[in-house]
């Protein structure tokens, strides 16, 4: 077992056409060598620093050497998630940030600007044809690769991959195993071969999604989306004819929008909807905050960490100061009209960097 922080990433995209009209002013600068950010305060107030493992400065021009592109993210956690799969480590890696940051940018991308969950997809099985892994001399490995997703939708879990006329109305359970945590009882796991048909199912699933309109972005989700990678290696000794499993779980979450209800105009139905975003986010808060208390109090009396309190922090127990490598990529605006939110997104993902997961490799001899 290892000990190993949350490592987090902060991006920042460009300005958008609404904030360009608004003829709004840049309130956040980011430096590459020393990994940190500026927050300028609009009304002029003080300027506050955070220190992150990575940030990314997408707001520069394309040409500028420290812009951070699709590529730039991938080349730093792409490397991250297929050392942990392949190695059998657990893995998860969640966006938070306001509505229109650029979570699903990082995450899934658009059109040509592919996130991190088809790269990721495509790289397994590049890596799997390439053979190697975790194999000696004499052994011979086989893998096994499922695919699922699913969505946490008014503190309800829908299977993304069955149609939404046939999913049960009150949604799917989250159960705890003693093995392997926390899980959801009947969720569909396709078996993959190719990443063609994954690339398909993700679409599927990307429609699938319960998405609504709201002020701050049209085609924004009011739910979290997690996608899943389960990954098994069974390495096979030619002599012996012994095997041996090595598990390693992907969970790649795009998390709603975490701004205030009152932002987005939002009323009726969409009001009950922010207040649950609001109520699993704000667990997840809580969650954070309990996990970095017992990350600094080194030896002390460890607090009980409320991950029962909402459906999303409970699925997310082996991601959060669990047995997994965890990354979260915070996603902010350049704007000074989002200066209250943005500051918000920094002092969540300041805190995270202080929760400790103990990271174990999964394997078990199967006779
Ligand atoms: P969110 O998922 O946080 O609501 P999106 O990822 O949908 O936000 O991003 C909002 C808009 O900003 C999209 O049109 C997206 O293409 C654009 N965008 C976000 N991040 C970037 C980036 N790093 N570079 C270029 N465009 C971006
Ligand atoms: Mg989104």
């Known amino acids: 077992a290892s000990n190993v922080s949350v490592k987090v990433a902060v991006r920042m995209r460009p300005f958008n056409n609404n904030e360009k009209v608004a003829g709004s002013n840049q309130c956040i600068l980011m430096n590459k060598e020393h990994r940190q950010v500026v927050i300028k305060n609009p009304q002029g107030g003080e300027d506050k620093v955070f220190t992150y493992d990575y940030v ?142 994954i690339e398909r199912l993700m679409a599927f699933g990307t429609k699938n999604r319960t998405v609504a309109a709201t002020n701050m972005n049209e085609t924004s989700s009011r739910a979290h989306t997690i996608f899943c990678i389960a990954f098994v290696q069974t390495v096979v000794n030619r002599d012996t004819m012994k095997a041996n499993d090595i598990r390693s779980e992907i969970s790649l979450v795009d998390l709603a929008g975490s701004e205030r209800v009152s932002r987005t105009g939002a009323s009726g139905d969409r009001l009950v909807e922010g207040g649950h975003i609001n109520k699993s986010l704000s667990a997840l808060g809580n969650v954070i905050n309990a996990l970095a208390k017992n990350g600094t109090s080194k030896g002390k009396k460890k607090i009980l960490v409320p991950y029962r309190d909402a459906v999303l922090t409970h699925l997310l127990k082996n991601s959060l100061g669990g047995n997994a490598k965890t990354t979260m990529i915070a996603a902010v605006s350049p704007s000074d009209t989002n200066y209250a939110e943005s500051l918000s997104t920094l002092r969540y993902a300041d805190r995270a960097k202080n929760i400790q997961n103990v990271a174990i490799v999964n394997e078990d001899a199967n006779e």
């Open 56 to 197: 990314y400065d997408s707001c520069l021009p394309e040409e500028d050497e420290d812009y951070a592109g699709q590529d730039t993210v991938w080349g730093d956690l792409g490397t991250e998630l297929l050392e942990a799969a392949w190695a059998g480590y657990n893995y998860s890696l969640f966006a938070y940030g306001q509505t229109g940051s650029g979570k699903s940018h990082s995450m899934v991308g658009f059109g040509e600007a592919r996130g991190v969950i088809p790269r990721a997809c495509e790289a397994i099985f590049e890596k799997m044809r390439g053979g190697g892994g975790n194999a000696n001399e004499g052994d011979d490995v086989r893998y096994k690769v499922e695919a699922s997703m699913l969505e946490i939708y008014n503190e309800r879990i829908r299977d993304l991959f069955v149609p939404m006329n046939q999913q049960d109305k009150g949604g799917l359970k989250v159960r705890d195993s003693p093995s392997t945590g926390a899980y959801v009882y009947g969720l569909k796991k396709i078996p993959v071969v190719s990443y063609s048909q």
